[in-house]
């Protein structure tokens, strides 16, 4: 293995790129490390890609704790972003994602049930109990599980659109 340190006052933060052509014991011991410092990880593979292009089976790997869970997007509420990392509302709480909400977009979706609603997040349509449009110009969003959600001006008229106002 190579490692490679660049250190330059054009960059805004640190990064650490592995790559290489197989998963390998050294790469899961550097992966375990960062997860133990909170390290934003993003772990990408050509499943994953495939994935994110429309292809193959969508995995959705949410953690809590030392428990982790493949989730189905039809049992996600919503997405959201929280101190830099990104969390499901799924299976009665609350999921810490790997995919950053960009990618969550991009993967497949044939039933157009998630929608951005704001920068930080996205939510499930079929999740959604009741809007509520009594404040001028905005609309909050009410999910089945009691969150709640506001609809930001700028996706505003995309989300009227998906829902039919």
């Not at 809590?64 to 919503?78: F, H, K, N, W």
């Not at 499930?124 to 999910?143: M, Q």
């Amino acid at each position: 293995m190579k490692l490679t340190v660049v250190i330059s006052p054009e960059y805004d933060e640190s990064l650490i790129t592995v790559t290489a052509p197989e998963m390998t014991d050294e790469i899961r011991r550097i992966m375990d490390f960062a997860a133990g410092e909170d390290f934003q990880i993003r772990y990408c593979e050509s499943e994953t890609e495939r994935n994110l292009s429309g292809h193959g089976k969508t995995r959705i790997v949410g953690s809590r704790g030392t428990d982790a869970v493949i989730l189905a997007p039809r049992e996600v509420q919503a997405f959201f972003t929280r101190e830099k990392a990104v969390y499901a509302f799924a299976r009665g709480g609350e999921w810490k994602i790997r995919l950053r909400l960009c990618e969550l977009e991009k993967l497949p979706d044939p039933d157009g049930n998630f929608i951005r609603i704001s920068q930080s997040e996205l939510v499930n349509l079929r999740a959604v109990e009741k809007l509520d449009l009594s404040i001028s110009g905005t609309v909050t969003v009410f999910l089945k599980n009691g969150h709640k959600f506001y609809v930001s001006r700028r996706c505003l008229k995309a989300f009227k659109k998906a829902v039919g106002l």
